[in-house]
Protein backbone atom coordinates (compact mmCIF):
# COMPACT_ATOMS: atom_id res chain seq x y z
CA UNK A 1 0.00 0.00 0.00
CA UNK A 2 1.13 3.55 -1.35
CA UNK A 3 1.30 5.71 1.72
CA UNK A 4 -0.60 9.37 1.11
CA UNK A 5 1.68 11.80 0.60
CA UNK A 6 -0.70 14.57 2.27
CA UNK A 7 -0.12 13.11 5.36
CA UNK A 8 3.78 13.95 4.67
CA UNK A 9 3.23 17.31 3.53
CA UNK A 10 6.66 18.23 4.56
CA UNK A 11 9.78 15.31 4.25
CA UNK A 12 12.72 15.93 5.93
CA UNK A 13 15.85 14.26 4.13
CA UNK A 14 18.08 12.84 6.92
CA UNK A 15 21.19 10.89 6.79
CA UNK A 16 20.23 8.07 9.19
CA UNK A 17 21.08 4.46 9.57
CA UNK A 18 18.96 2.57 8.51
CA UNK A 19 19.29 -0.29 10.62
CA UNK A 20 20.83 -0.48 14.54
CA UNK A 21 22.21 -3.78 14.58
CA UNK A 22 26.20 -4.66 15.09
CA UNK A 23 26.67 -3.37 11.44
CA UNK A 24 28.68 -0.83 10.53
CA UNK A 25 26.91 2.83 9.40
CA UNK A 26 28.11 6.06 9.28
CA UNK A 27 26.30 9.72 7.99
CA UNK A 28 27.50 11.62 4.90
CA UNK A 29 29.66 13.59 6.56
CA UNK A 30 31.68 10.79 7.16
CA UNK A 31 31.09 10.16 10.95
CA UNK A 32 33.88 8.02 13.07
CA UNK A 33 35.26 8.12 16.44
CA UNK A 34 37.60 10.65 15.54
CA UNK A 35 35.11 13.27 14.36
CA UNK A 36 31.73 13.42 11.98
CA UNK A 37 33.15 16.06 9.97
CA UNK A 38 35.39 14.36 8.12
CA UNK A 39 35.55 14.24 3.87
CA UNK A 40 33.94 11.10 2.35
CA UNK A 41 34.71 11.66 -1.35
CA UNK A 42 35.57 9.01 -4.37
CA UNK A 43 39.04 8.44 -5.31
CA UNK A 44 39.75 10.57 -8.80
CA UNK A 45 40.32 7.16 -10.15
CA UNK A 46 36.89 6.14 -10.14
CA UNK A 47 35.48 9.97 -11.82
CA UNK A 48 33.57 10.14 -13.51
CA UNK A 49 31.53 7.58 -11.85
CA UNK A 50 29.86 5.10 -14.46
CA UNK A 51 26.43 4.54 -12.39
CA UNK A 52 24.58 2.07 -14.34
CA UNK A 53 20.25 2.64 -13.94
CA UNK A 54 17.52 0.12 -13.62
CA UNK A 55 15.51 -0.79 -16.90
CA UNK A 56 12.46 -0.74 -14.72
CA UNK A 57 12.62 3.19 -14.95
CA UNK A 58 12.09 2.81 -18.63
CA UNK A 59 8.50 1.57 -17.99
CA UNK A 60 7.87 3.36 -15.20
CA UNK A 61 5.29 6.56 -15.17
CA UNK A 62 8.29 8.56 -13.57
CA UNK A 63 11.48 9.01 -15.16
CA UNK A 64 10.76 11.38 -17.83
CA UNK A 65 12.77 11.43 -21.05
CA UNK A 66 13.57 14.47 -22.86
CA UNK A 67 13.81 14.26 -26.92
CA UNK A 68 15.79 17.83 -27.00
CA UNK A 69 19.00 16.03 -25.30
CA UNK A 70 18.38 12.59 -25.60
CA UNK A 71 18.29 11.94 -21.93
CA UNK A 72 15.89 10.64 -19.22
CA UNK A 73 15.37 12.39 -16.12
CA UNK A 74 18.04 10.55 -14.03
CA UNK A 75 20.92 11.20 -16.85
CA UNK A 76 19.94 14.93 -16.60
CA UNK A 77 20.07 15.52 -13.04
CA UNK A 78 23.93 13.64 -13.32
CA UNK A 79 24.11 16.06 -15.76
CA UNK A 80 24.02 19.05 -13.71
CA UNK A 81 26.31 17.86 -11.23
CA UNK A 82 28.89 18.07 -13.56
CA UNK A 83 28.06 21.34 -14.22
CA UNK A 84 28.60 22.31 -10.91
CA UNK A 85 31.95 20.09 -11.08
CA UNK A 86 35.15 22.45 -11.83
CA UNK A 87 37.75 20.10 -11.64
CA UNK A 88 36.30 17.26 -14.43
CA UNK A 89 33.23 15.37 -14.62
CA UNK A 90 31.63 13.48 -11.48
CA UNK A 91 29.47 11.47 -13.57
CA UNK A 92 29.38 9.20 -16.74
CA UNK A 93 25.36 9.07 -17.33
CA UNK A 94 25.99 7.27 -20.41
CA UNK A 95 27.07 4.07 -18.61
CA UNK A 96 23.74 2.33 -19.40
CA UNK A 97 21.12 0.46 -17.81
CA UNK A 98 20.90 -2.30 -16.23
CA UNK A 99 18.29 -4.89 -14.91
CA UNK A 100 16.58 -4.33 -11.80
CA UNK A 101 17.99 -5.82 -8.84
CA UNK A 102 16.17 -6.44 -5.63
CA UNK A 103 18.34 -8.87 -3.32
CA UNK A 104 16.33 -9.94 0.33
CA UNK A 105 19.41 -8.05 2.09
CA UNK A 106 20.28 -4.29 1.37
CA UNK A 107 24.01 -5.41 1.59
CA UNK A 108 24.39 -7.41 -1.03
CA UNK A 109 24.49 -4.34 -3.15
CA UNK A 110 28.08 -4.11 -2.65
CA UNK A 111 28.87 -6.04 -5.65
CA UNK A 112 30.95 -4.45 -8.85
CA UNK A 113 28.01 -2.11 -10.07
CA UNK A 114 27.12 1.25 -8.84
CA UNK A 115 23.57 1.37 -9.46
CA UNK A 116 20.45 3.21 -9.46
CA UNK A 117 17.53 0.65 -8.73
CA UNK A 118 13.49 1.11 -8.29
CA UNK A 119 12.37 -1.25 -5.46
CA UNK A 120 8.78 -2.60 -5.53
CA UNK A 121 9.35 -4.60 -2.41
CA UNK A 122 11.42 -2.05 0.05
CA UNK A 123 13.78 -4.21 2.49
CA UNK A 124 12.59 -4.56 6.05
CA UNK A 125 15.65 -3.62 7.47
CA UNK A 126 14.96 0.05 6.30
CA UNK A 127 11.89 2.33 7.15
CA UNK A 128 9.51 1.81 5.06
CA UNK A 129 8.73 5.67 5.50
CA UNK A 130 11.80 5.98 3.71
CA UNK A 131 11.50 7.89 0.33
CA UNK A 132 15.07 6.49 -0.91
CA UNK A 133 18.25 5.42 0.48
CA UNK A 134 21.99 5.95 -0.76
CA UNK A 135 24.08 3.56 0.86
CA UNK A 136 27.78 3.23 0.42
CA UNK A 137 31.12 1.40 1.34
CA UNK A 138 33.67 3.50 2.39
CA UNK A 139 37.30 2.85 3.65
CA UNK A 140 38.72 5.22 6.14
CA UNK A 141 42.16 6.93 4.80
CA UNK A 142 45.02 8.47 7.61
CA UNK A 143 47.39 10.98 5.50
CA UNK A 144 49.58 13.75 6.66
CA UNK A 145 47.20 16.12 4.12
CA UNK A 146 44.48 15.38 6.33
CA UNK A 147 42.30 12.21 7.14
CA UNK A 148 38.95 11.31 5.03
CA UNK A 149 36.45 8.15 4.57
CA UNK A 150 37.19 7.00 0.39
CA UNK A 151 34.31 5.42 -0.95
CA UNK A 152 34.41 1.65 -2.63
CA UNK A 153 30.54 1.43 -3.34
CA UNK A 154 27.92 2.89 -3.56
CA UNK A 155 23.93 2.25 -4.64
CA UNK A 156 20.61 4.71 -4.88
CA UNK A 157 17.69 2.84 -4.08
CA UNK A 158 14.16 4.41 -4.66
CA UNK A 159 10.98 2.99 -2.68
CA UNK A 160 8.28 2.06 -5.05
CA UNK A 161 6.21 0.20 -2.93
CA UNK A 162 5.15 2.82 -0.34
CA UNK A 163 5.46 6.03 -2.94
CA UNK A 164 4.31 7.77 -6.05
CA UNK A 165 6.54 9.90 -7.80
CA UNK A 166 6.49 12.76 -10.56
CA UNK A 167 8.78 14.07 -13.52
CA UNK A 168 6.02 16.49 -14.84
CA UNK A 169 7.59 20.00 -15.17
CA UNK A 170 5.67 21.72 -12.57
CA UNK A 171 4.82 19.63 -9.08
CA UNK A 172 2.02 17.29 -8.46
CA UNK A 173 0.20 17.54 -5.52
CA UNK A 174 0.59 14.73 -3.00
CA UNK A 175 3.12 13.14 -5.23
CA UNK A 176 7.11 13.99 -4.80
CA UNK A 177 8.84 15.07 -7.79
CA UNK A 178 10.94 12.57 -8.74
CA UNK A 179 14.01 13.88 -10.59
CA UNK A 180 14.38 16.23 -7.35
CA UNK A 181 14.75 13.42 -5.25
CA UNK A 182 17.17 11.74 -7.82
CA UNK A 183 19.26 14.98 -7.72
CA UNK A 184 19.88 15.18 -4.13
CA UNK A 185 20.43 11.54 -3.61
CA UNK A 186 22.87 11.78 -6.31
CA UNK A 187 24.63 14.33 -4.20
CA UNK A 188 25.07 12.20 -1.14
CA UNK A 189 26.48 9.05 -3.16
CA UNK A 190 29.00 11.61 -4.52
CA UNK A 191 29.85 12.35 -0.95
CA UNK A 192 28.02 15.56 0.34
CA UNK A 193 26.06 16.05 3.48
CA UNK A 194 23.13 18.37 4.45
CA UNK A 195 23.49 22.14 4.71
CA UNK A 196 21.71 24.37 6.67
CA UNK A 197 18.82 26.22 6.23
CA UNK A 198 20.74 29.31 6.47
CA UNK A 199 22.88 28.33 3.66
CA UNK A 200 19.90 28.57 1.64
CA UNK A 201 18.75 27.86 -1.86
CA UNK A 202 20.04 24.28 -2.07
CA UNK A 203 19.63 20.83 -3.18
CA UNK A 204 20.50 19.72 -0.18
CA UNK A 205 18.78 21.10 2.45
CA UNK A 206 17.17 18.54 4.93
CA UNK A 207 13.38 19.46 3.40
CA UNK A 208 11.40 18.88 0.46
CA UNK A 209 7.73 19.57 0.03
CA UNK A 210 5.32 17.04 -1.94
CA UNK A 211 4.89 19.20 -5.08
CA UNK A 212 8.35 20.99 -4.90
CA UNK A 213 10.69 21.20 -7.87
CA UNK A 214 14.26 22.05 -7.41
CA UNK A 215 15.73 20.48 -10.41
CA UNK A 216 19.12 22.44 -10.04
CA UNK A 217 22.18 22.55 -8.04
CA UNK A 218 22.76 26.13 -6.50
CA UNK A 219 25.68 28.47 -5.55
CA UNK A 220 26.63 26.35 -1.96
CA UNK A 221 26.37 22.83 -3.35
CA UNK A 222 28.92 23.59 -5.85
CA UNK A 223 31.00 25.25 -3.64
CA UNK A 224 30.63 22.34 -1.23
CA UNK A 225 31.02 19.58 -4.27
CA UNK A 226 34.48 20.94 -5.46
CA UNK A 227 35.47 21.64 -2.27
CA UNK A 228 35.51 17.76 -1.20
CA UNK A 229 37.11 16.77 -4.71
CA UNK A 230 39.73 19.36 -4.29
CA UNK A 231 43.71 18.14 -4.10
CA UNK A 232 44.96 20.47 -1.73
CA UNK A 233 48.73 20.13 -1.58
CA UNK A 234 50.87 19.28 1.96
CA UNK A 235 52.05 22.93 2.81
CA UNK A 236 54.13 21.78 5.71
CA UNK A 237 57.74 21.43 4.98
CA UNK A 238 59.05 18.42 6.37
CA UNK A 239 62.00 16.89 6.23
CA UNK A 240 60.69 13.36 5.69
CA UNK A 241 57.17 13.97 4.24
CA UNK A 242 57.91 16.98 2.05
CA UNK A 243 55.29 18.18 -0.44
CA UNK A 244 52.85 16.23 -2.13
CA UNK A 245 51.33 17.80 -5.59
CA UNK A 246 47.85 16.03 -4.31
CA UNK A 247 46.37 14.71 -1.31
CA UNK A 248 46.00 10.87 -2.75
CA UNK A 249 49.84 11.20 -3.10
CA UNK A 250 50.78 11.72 0.26
CA UNK A 251 51.35 8.47 2.37
CA UNK A 252 48.68 6.74 3.55
CA UNK A 253 47.01 4.42 6.26
CA UNK A 254 43.95 2.40 5.39
CA UNK A 255 41.75 1.62 8.19
CA UNK A 256 38.48 -0.02 8.65
CA UNK A 257 35.72 -0.06 6.05
CA UNK A 258 32.17 1.24 6.91
CA UNK A 259 29.08 0.62 5.45
CA UNK A 260 26.96 4.27 5.66
CA UNK A 261 23.54 4.02 4.63
CA UNK A 262 21.65 7.91 4.50
CA UNK A 263 17.57 7.54 4.64
CA UNK A 264 15.21 10.32 2.83
CA UNK A 265 12.89 9.99 5.77
CA UNK A 266 9.70 11.77 6.58
CA UNK A 267 10.67 12.20 10.22
CA UNK A 268 11.48 15.14 12.09
CA UNK A 269 15.09 14.42 13.49
CA UNK A 270 18.59 12.70 11.48
CA UNK A 271 20.46 10.55 13.38
CA UNK A 272 23.56 9.93 12.40
CA UNK A 273 25.17 5.78 13.50
CA UNK A 274 28.70 4.62 13.61
CA UNK A 275 28.68 0.75 14.58
CA UNK A 276 25.79 0.97 16.15
CA UNK A 277 26.37 3.90 18.04
CA UNK A 278 25.02 7.67 17.51
CA UNK A 279 27.24 9.97 16.95
CA UNK A 280 25.43 12.50 15.81
CA UNK A 281 21.73 14.30 16.38
CA UNK A 282 20.34 17.35 14.82
Same mark, same amino acid.
Given at each position: MKFKPYILSLILL??? !??? $???????????? &???? &???? *?? +??ASKLPLAVKISTDFNTSTIDSYDETSGNDSIQQMMKLWNTAYDAGTLYNFNAGYIA?? #?????? &? %???? =???? %????? +??? #????????? =???WAQEIFSPTGNYYEIIHGDILVNYEYYNYSAAASGVTYKYDFPTVILHELGHLVGLKH?? $??????? !?? &? *??? *?? #?????? %?????ELINTIYEDTAL =?????VLGKFSKS???????????????ELMPSGKCLHYLNGKLVEEH
Open positions: TSC !MGQ $KTEKSSLSTSGA &SGSG &SNLT *TR +WPNY #EPALAD &S %YNDS =TVGI %YLLNS +WPA #EFKAEALAV =TQYVS $KSLAPSI !ML &S *TLG *TD #EVKRQV %YTIDK =TAEDPEDAPQKRGNVYRGVI
